[in-house]
T-cell receptor
Framework: AAGVIQSPRHLIKEKRETATLKCYPI?????VYWYQQGPGQDPQFLIS???????DKGSIPDRFSAQQFSDYHSELNMSSLELGDSALYFC???????????FGPGTRLTVL | EDKVVQSPLSLVVHEGDTVTLNCSYE??????LLWYKQEKKAPTFLFML????IEKKSGRLSSILDKKELFSILNITATQTGDSAVYLC????????????FGQGTTLQVKP
């Protein structure tokens, strides 16, 4: 079965650089969620989209922005990167009116 | 504030043992509770529970929900080294956006 696809899988950036993370949800899933997971921590919600509109926003820095496109894929844009942004970034998708979220393999971002 | 608490935080057992992982929650408008397994990569969906007293089972794993006492347990029988992972419990937060609030996770190590 098709799963959530994320790219890139690994990313190394310098401080103050910009990064773009991409997420392709499971076909026919219309909701996308972004989570950040620091070392030894549980995933923290960043932002979500339903039918290409932002549906909720968590503790996402103003330096980050995201959107969902007409083909339902989503991109998380991160600017002015800081050392503390180093983490695993997961994208998850779900079908309308269901709570089960399926997670992608994640993008490991390292900021040097 | 919505909250999920898991216990124990870590557990070391030997192959063949049975383990019980606990998850308690506080959420204003409860809809469901989800269990995930995370092995150094993306959380993998295990179960979604919505009704009290109805056991969900998949192989050696089973889970049950108690909506009166606000907790769930995840049982793993005849543990194997491949069960070593972090087990995450999550609930969709109050509101309709479906973002998940995770517990701290239980790190399970199964020794040969």
């Amino acid at each position: 079965a098709a799963g959530v696809i994320q790219s890139p899988r690994h990313l190394i950036k310098e401080k103050r650089e910009t990064a773009t993370l991409k997420c392709y949800p499971i076909p026919r899933h219309d909701t996308v969620y972004w989570y950040q997971q620091g070392p030894g921590q549980d995933p923290q919600f960043l932002i979500s989209f339903y039918e290409k509109m932002q549906s909720d926003k968590g503790s996402i820095p103003d330096r980050f922005s995201a959107q969902q496109f007409s083909d339902y894929h989503s991109e998380l844009n991160m600017s002015s990167l800081e050392l503390g942004d180093s983490a695993l970034y997961f994208c998850a998708s779900s079908e309308e009116n269901t709570d089960t979220q399926y997670f992608g393999p994640g993008t490991r971002l390292t900021v040097l | 504030e919505d909250k999920v608490v898991q216990s124990p935080l870590s557990l070391v057992v030997h192959e063949g043992d049975t383990v019980t992982l606990n998850c308690s929650y506080e959420v204003t408008n409860f809809r469901s509770l989800l269990w995930y397994k995370q092995e150094k990569k993306a959380p993998t969906f295990l179960f979604m529970l919505t009704s009290s007293g109805i056991e969900k089972k998949s192989g050696r794993l089973s889970s049950i929900l108690d909506k009166k006492e606000l907790f769930s347990i995840l049982n793993i029988t005849a543990t194997q080294t491949g069960d070593s992972a972090v087990y995450l419990c999550a609930v969709p937060c109050s509101g309709n956006t479906g973002k998940l609030i995770f517990g701290q996770g239980t790190t399970l190590q199964v020794k040969p």
